[in-house]
């Protein structure tokens, strides 16, 4: 079994930043891409950054130049750090990770943590 657990989410003013974590644990063999989707009230849920094992990365176009996605494979862990805070911005973000067990590999996601950002 995998668990993904998300934290730093909360409430911030317009232009502030936020930093979320999200940290994998359980019958990991291996991660390949880690990555934040968000969901917006009344919206699909959509990517916002992606980040394989080497390093590559990937962004939405609308955070592209103020959200930074990074990981620390030894500590399995994902972060996204997160500028210039707008209120579009506003929505439970959620970690996934694509986890290779003992057994197979799979897509698994955290709970979800709420991003707030004030006018």
């Known amino acids: 079994q995998v668990q993904l657990v998300e934290s730093g989410g909360g409430l911030v003013q317009t232009g502030g930043s936020l930093r979320l974590s999200c940290v994998a644990s359980g019958s990991i063999f291996s991660i390949n891409t880690m990555g934040w989707h968000r969901q917006a009230p009344g919206k699909q849920r959509e990517s916002v950054a992606t980040?394989?094992?080497?390093?590559?990365?990937n962004y939405a176009d609308f955070v592209k130049g103020r959200f930074t996605i990074s990981r620390d494979n030894a500590k399995n862990t994902v972060y996204l750090q997160m500028n210039s805070l707008k209120p579009e911005d506003t929505g439970v973000y959620y970690c996934?990770?694509?986890?290779?067990?003992?057994?197979?590999?799979?897509?698994?996601w955290g709970q979800g943590t709420q991003v707030t950002v004030s006018s």
């Open positions: 996934y990770a694509n986890v290779q067990t003992w057994i197979r590999r799979d897509d698994y």
């Open positions: 980040i394989t094992s080497s390093g590559n990365t």
